[in-house]
Structure formats: structure tokens, C-alpha cells
């Protein structure tokens, strides 16, 4: 189970971080919007997309911050990246970006950041960071590091997401989970980090490979 106490610190120095106006942002309480994003991060249709999951992505950005230019940004669009998350929608990412164009704003964070937050958490809809974009890398490799996961944490991370998915019949998930393992497995590379290739990539093709081999029995 995720530490909600040290997410919620996590939130506090994340945001106080963030802030460049202190004398505007002191009027304002960080912990009201921790509170409501930990509250969607609970909601009951999630299965993967969780607090647990959100305090591995977080953990994983730690491991990655020497190679981003913007960490707090980074630290910040992983609270927002599955904020939204309703399974039979497309849209999460995009509504997810724009409830951070609308919550960071009043948190005062200021627009730049704010800006870069939000581009971060559109970008996760496809995880294909540019080769200069050294925050999307950092955010992309955290958000897909499960995929490097041991074996039976890599079970226990596909079984959640077929339960978010349960509203899809059977054979219709297989083929379409056997669908996205393939582009994975036919990009040149899953992770763009140095650490991410050096430590995950192996790894998570195989756990891919795995997968997919299990799906076509």
C-alpha cells in the first residue's frame, strides 16, 4: 500500500518548490489540492492507475532527476498524468492536462511551469519524447518503468489492468493488448534515460515478449 503521509509530504514540497511568489502563494492552501488529487487517485474504477501507482512513478522520477532540466515540473505532472482517468474514455490525458491548466494557476505556480505541466502530461499519451526533451524522457521512463518490473509484479500490473479493462470482452482485450505489446516491442528503444536503457530495457522487453507469447496461447 502507498505511504499516503509521504505522498502528501511529497505534494507539499513539490509545490512550495514550484511557487516563485511566495508573498502571492501565502495566502493559499498547497494541502487542499494534494487532498483532491489524492482523492481521484482513489476513486473506485481504478485498478492500475492508482496511489500505488503514483508513488512508483514518483520513486522512479528520484531515480531519473539528474537527467531532467525541470524536475519539479516533472514531479508535478505525475501527480496530474492519470488525475482523470475514466478506462473507457481516450480523452484522460488531454482532460487530465487541462485540470492542471486550472488547479496550478490557483496554487501559484506560475505560467511557464504551469505550461510545461501540462505539455508533460499531454505527452503521455504516446510517450514519444523528442531526443531534446530531457523532461518528457524522464516522465516517459517513470511512467513506463512497470514494464521492467519483476515477473510477479508484472503479473500482478497486467491482471490490474484487465480489471480496469472488464468491460471488454475477453477476446477482444487479448487482441488488442497483443496489439500494443507489438509496437512496444517493435520500437528501437522503450526508454530514452541513459539509466532507463542501461536498467530497465532488457527487462522489460522480455516481460513484453512474455506477455505476448502468453496472449497468443
Not at 476513486?43 to 531519473?64: F, K, M, S
Request: charged share 30%; proline share 6%.
Amino acid at each position: 500500500m502507498a505511504d499516503l503521509e509521504d505522498l502528501r509530504s511529497r505534494w507539499l514540497r513539490t509545490l512550495l518548490a514550484a511557487r516563485d511568489d511566495e508573498s502571492h502563494a501565502s495566502s493559499l492552501s498547497p494541502d487542499r489540492y494534494g487532498e483532491a488529487l489524492l482523492r481521484r487517485w482513489s476513486e473506485p474504477q481504478r485498478r492500475y492507475h492508482t496511489v500505488e501507482h503514483l508513488a512508483a512513478v514518483l520513486g522512479h522520477i528520484d531515480a531519473l532527476e539528474q537527467y531532467a532540466d525541470d524536475v519539479v515540473a516533472v514531479r508535478l505532472a505525475a501527480w496530474f498524468h492519470d488525475a482523470v482517468y475514466l478506462p473507457d474514455r481516450s480523452t484522460n490525458e488531454e482532460r487530465s492536462a487541462r485540470l492542471a491548466e486550472r488547479a496550478l494557476p490557483e496554487a501559484g505556480v506560475p505560467a511557464e511551469r504551469t505550461a510545461e505541466v501540462a505539455r508533460l502530461v499531454r505527452l503521455t499519451t504516446g510517450h514519444d519524447p523528442a531526443p531534446d526533451d530531457r523532461d518528457g524522457q524522464v516522465l516517459c521512463d517513470a511512467d513506463l518503468a512497470i514494464l521492467a518490473a519483476p515477473p510477479s509484479a508484472y503479473a500482478a500490473y497486467t491482471a490490474a489492468v484487465r480489471e480496469e479493462y472488464h468491460f471488454v470482452p475477453s477476446d477482444a482485450f487479448r487482441e488488442g493488448r497483443a496489439a500494443i505489446l507489438r509496437q512496444l516491442l517493435a520500437l528501437p528503444s522503450l526508454f530514452s534515460t541513459p539509466h532507463g536503457r542501461k536498467e530497465w530495457e532488457a527487462t522489460a522487453r522480455y516481460n513484453l515478449a512474455s506477455e505476448l507469447e502468453m496472449l497468443s496461447l
